[in-house]
């Protein structure tokens, strides 16, 4: 499969654990977004990089979140300190800088108990 | 800010049935905007956008800016059309907007 891949596809934690999520893009593409996705909603952005640059970050981004991308590959999502409030579907999603089309990942589901 | 509304959370039509998803946008700049489908247990994925005007799986979609939406419509709905539909705005600040989805059932 060359399309985005995501890991894990579903995490359990405990209330006030810290978590990470991977997001590995499609090889050309050097945007890359992270949205959050709750039942009964559509996906809700959170932040976006070109390249290795973070551009944009929602309000929806607490300070407990944190996302990077190195070296303008593969990103990471971490949340620090979870609450039950962060059970979602975290999803990411990549495209070339010419193109509007959007990819998108399976997404890591994450449930916090 | 930009914003995009899907009124119908949820469709039921039988099949062979025309359908029409609303989408309508609130955008200050010049919209691009997109259908996206999730089939149950898949990721999402582009069905359309406003700018290539093709017709994918049947479905066609209009941009009327004078009304700001952009309606998805089907004139002859199948099972397998049954899914999660969002529509989309890309703004100028590379932003994905989505409206809040409607769920589509086409009964037999």
Redesign the interface.
């Known amino acids: 499969d060359t399309?985005?891949s995501q890991d894990p596809r579903h995490k359990i934690t405990k209330r006030g654990q810290n978590v990470t999520f991977r997001c590995d893009p499609i090889s050309e593409h050097n945007?890359l977004?992270w949205?959050r996705q709750t039942l009964?909603?559509?996906?809700?952005?959170l932040t976006?990089f070109?390249n290795e640059a973070q551009?944009?970050k929602s309000r929806l981004l607490s300070d407990r979140f944190s996302a990077e991308r190195p070296k303008g590959s593969f990103s990471t999502l971490e949340i620090q300190r979870t609450e039950q409030g962060d059970s979602a579907m975290y999803?990411c999603?990549s495209r070339r800088e010419v193109d509007?089309?959007?990819?998108?990942?399976?997404?890591t589901r994450l449930t916090v108990v | 800010a930009q914003r995009v509304t899907q009124p119908e959370k949820l469709l039921s039509v039988f099949k062979g049935a025309p359908v029409e998803l609303k989408c309508n946008y609130s955008y200050s700049g010049s919209p691009e905007l997109f259908w996206y489908v999730q089939y149950s247990r898949q990721r999402l994925q582009l069905l359309l956008r406003h700018i290539s005007r093709e017709s994918i799986k049947g479905f066609t979609a209009d941009l009327n800016k004078g009304e700001t939406s952009f309606h998805l419509k089907k004139p002859f709905a199948q099972e397998e059309d049954s899914a999660m539909y969002y529509c989309a705005l890309f703004t100028s600040g590379s932003r994905l907007t989505f409206g809040e989805g409607t769920q589509l059932t086409v009964n037999p």
């Open positions: 399309g985005v945007r977004y949205y009964g909603q559509g996906p809700e952005f976006y070109q551009l944009e999803l999603a509007a089309e959007a990819f998108f990942g399976q997404g």
